[in-house]
């Protein structure tokens, strides 16, 4: 997992695909319009969606496989909790008809929380189990979010 501020994402040299993942989040504002935008074809593409924040309760992990996820609010804050996925008990098995995710329990997790907003993004890898769009201190927020996939075999090291 990374997590850092959007003006240091030149810090991380991970590839072109990376590049054009952050040129495309440096390029929005809060007036974006909600669903998918595609930047490069299914290897690289953005959902923006907004919602407002839920008791962590009501969060289970999610883990993806294909993508790495970059996540970026441009409106209002909300934690995310991270554990190792090694640490987790499945809830919802992988199913890639249904979508790149599985599901799992917070029982038990190891978490690390970290707050989203003020130009924090986290960038999130299959081995990151993590449990987007909490409350923070348990009270809801209306926020904007972006999360940008990017295909895994496109980012160096990876």
């Not at 919602?51 to 441009?74: G, I, M, N």
């Not at 960038?123 to 809801?140: I, N, S, T």
Request: with cysteine.
């Amino acid at each position: 997992m990374i997590v850092d501020t959007i003006g240091n994402w030149r810090n991380y040299p991970l590839g072109p695909a990376w590049e054009k993942a952050f040129c495309f989040l440096e390029s929005l504002s809060s007036d974006v319009a909600t669903g998918r935008h595609t930047i490069d074809g299914t290897d690289i593409f953005a959902e923006v969606a907004e919602y407002e924040t839920v008791p962590e309760e009501r969060k289970p992990y999610e883990s993806h496989r294909e993508y790495a996820d970059v996540q970026f609010l441009l409106r209002g804050s909300e934690w995310l909790d991270y554990a190792p996925l090694d640490t987790l008990a499945v809830l919802q098995d992988y199913d890639p008809a249904r979508g790149d995710y599985m599901l799992h329990t917070r029982a038990g997790a190891p978490a690390t929380r970290v707050t989203l907003g003020n130009g924090v993004f986290s960038v999130l890898y299959p081995e990151d189990a993590h449990a987007p769009g909490v409350a923070r201190d348990g009270v809801p927020e209306a926020v904007k979010k972006v999360v940008v996939k990017i295909r895994l075999s496109l980012l160096k090291g990876r």
